[in-house]
């Protein structure tokens, strides 16, 4: 039997619903036997995610994803069992953080230019880390408007890619990304690379790329994917030499996506990038 392990999980740290130590009795809940919070641009859950984890005998392995600029696109780059003291790491996290309080600002701009009053103040009321105020937080102040019924039909009408209230946050380069994480002793991943808008050269180009700089692995299991994409990037990852990560990227309970640790099992011909970390029990 495969071990139930969930990498990637969003707190109140960033734009998630529940406490780290929530998400810990939640993961626990789920059947998860190795766990990491990965909450957007920062560690600040990470000592209570531990603790919590710890209490409740739940293997548990710093996480974080960290917001990256590449061809035009925002990228996300999970990072995974670094040292979560490291302050080169810390610095470029708190750089992406000071961006993203002036994006809001710009964002709540565009959303007056759409009739839509009080976004930026609507927004960093939901923000429960005002340092993380993000799109998600302003879908929530759109339904609370009554603006949009779903945070999906808000991305749809406004926040998502390329729509008329969204600017990109102002990411880390690639090698920034893949560089703090390896300096501070960790595994860089591509979250959900089926998510992104690139052109086949440019996803291949992404790929290649992030190898290069010693990225090691994609996330091919995770609740943004469909079964199809398990299967088409379980063969990127075999076609690259990547490591395959599994994570529900839970946000809320009832949330859509996957619940944590409610995901299908990677295809087992795959490495795992828990592989060292994480025991396989010796007979189940
Ligand atoms: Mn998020
Ligand atoms: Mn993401
Ligand atoms: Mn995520």
Known sequence: MMLNVDLHSHSTQSDGSLEPAQVAQRAKAGGVDGWALSDHDTL???????????ALG?????????????????????????????????????RIRRTRFERARQMGERLQACGVGGAF??????????????????????????????????????LGDGKRACVPVQGATLEEAVGWILAAGGKAVIAHPGRYSYKPAQRKALFSDFKALGGQGIEVVTGSHTPDQFRQYARVAREYGFEASRGSDFHAP????????????LPHDLVPVWRDWLMEPAHG
């Open 44 to 54: 600040g859950g990470l000592a209570e995610a531990a603790e919590a984890a710890h």
């Open 58 to 94: 739940l293997r548990f392995v710093p996480g974080v994803e960290i917001s990256v600029l590449y061809a035009g696109v925002v990228v996300h780059i999970v990072g995974l069992r670094f040292d979560p003291e490291n302050a080169a790491l810390e610095e470029g996290l708190a």
């Open 121 to 158: 103040e609507g927004a960093l009321r939901h923000a429960t880390n005002p340092d993380l105020v993000g799109r998600v937080h302003f879908a929530r102040y759109l339904m609370e408007q009554g603006l949009c019924e779903t945070l999906q039909q808000a991305f749809e009408r406004y």
């Open 254 to 265: 009832g949330a859509g996506r996957a619940d944590l640790g409610r995901l299908p099992d």
